[in-house]
C-alpha cells in the first residue's frame, strides 16, 4: 500500500531548493504586509511595531516547520529523522526573513524621522518588490514555461498591490 501525502519529499535539486525558499518568501511577505496593513495608522510605537512585524515572521517560520515536520511523520512510514527536521528547518526558515527584514525597514525608517504613514507605506511596496523577486525566483526552479512563470510572478504583484490598496482604502 503506498502512502499519499500532502507534503512533498526533501527537494534534491538546487533549482527545487531555491524554489521551496522563495515559496516560503513569498507566503511570508504576505503575511507580513497583512500585519502591516492592519496597523496602519494605529503604531503602537515604532518599537513595538518592528517587533510585531518581526515576531511575526519568527511565528510563520515556526508555523510551516511544525506543519512540516509533523505532515513528514504522518506521511512517512517511521518518525521523521534529524536530517529531515533540519532540511524542513532549514526550508522553512525563509518564511521568517519577510517579516523580520520588514522590521529592519521600519526601525531605520522610524530613526530618519519618516512620518508614520510613510513608513507604513514605503514597507508595504518593499513588501510587493520582494513578492515579484521571490516569485520569478520560485518560478526559476520550476519547468514551467515562461509565460506561465511571467503569469505567477505577474499575479503576485496584483496580490501585494491589492494589499497596499486595501490598507489605503481603511485607513
Given at each position: 500500500m503506498t502512502v499519499v501525502g500532502r507534503t512533498a519529499p526533501p527537494p534534491t535539486e538546487p533549482g527545487e531548493r531555491?524554489?521551496?525558499?522563495a515559496r516560503s518568501a513569498v507566503y511570508g511577505t504576505i503575511i507580513a504586509m497583512s500585519v502591516l496593513?492592519?496597523?496602519?495608522?494605529?503604531?503602537?510605537?515604532?518599537?513595538?511595531?518592528?517587533?510585531?512585524?518581526?515576531?511575526?515572521?519568527?511565528v510563520?517560520?515556526?508555523?510551516?516547520?511544525?506543519?512540516?515536520?509533523?505532515?513528514?511523520?504522518?506521511?512517512?512510514?517511521?518518525a521523521p529523522?534529524?536530517?529531515?527536521?533540519?532540511?524542513?528547518l532549514a526550508q522553512s526558515c525563509w518564511a521568517a526573513v519577510p517579516g523580520l527584514a520588514a522590521g529592519v525597514v521600519l526601525l531605520v525608517t522610524a530613526?530618519?524621522?519618516?512620518?508614520?504613514?510613510?513608513?507604513?507605506?514605503?514597507?508595504?511596496?518593499?513588501?510587493?518588490?520582494?513578492?515579484?523577486?521571490?516569485?520569478?525566483?520560485?518560478?526559476?526552479?520550476?519547468?514551467?514555461?515562461?509565460?506561465?512563470?511571467?503569469?505567477?510572478?505577474?499575479?503576485?504583484i496584483v496580490v501585494g498591490s491589492a494589499i497596499v490598496l486595501l490598507k489605503a482604502a481603511l485607513h
Open positions: 531555491l524554489a521551496g525558499r496593513a492592519y496597523l496602519g495608522d494605529h503604531e503602537p510605537g515604532p518599537w513595538v511595531t518592528a517587533v510585531t512585524v518581526g515576531g511575526t515572521g519568527i510563520i517560520f515556526l508555523a510551516e516547520a511544525y506543519a512540516e515536520v509533523v505532515g513528514r511523520a504522518f506521511t512517512g512510514v517511521a529523522s534529524g536530517r529531515e527536521v533540519r532540511d524542513a530613526l530618519l524621522r519618516v512620518p508614520l504613514a510613510t513608513r507604513i507605506d514605503i514597507t508595504l511596496w518593499t513588501g510587493v518588490l520582494a513578492l515579484a523577486l521571490c516569485s520569478a525566483l520560485a518560478g526559476r526552479g520550476t519547468r514551467r514555461r515562461p509565460a506561465v512563470r511571467v503569469a505567477w510572478t505577474l499575479a503576485s
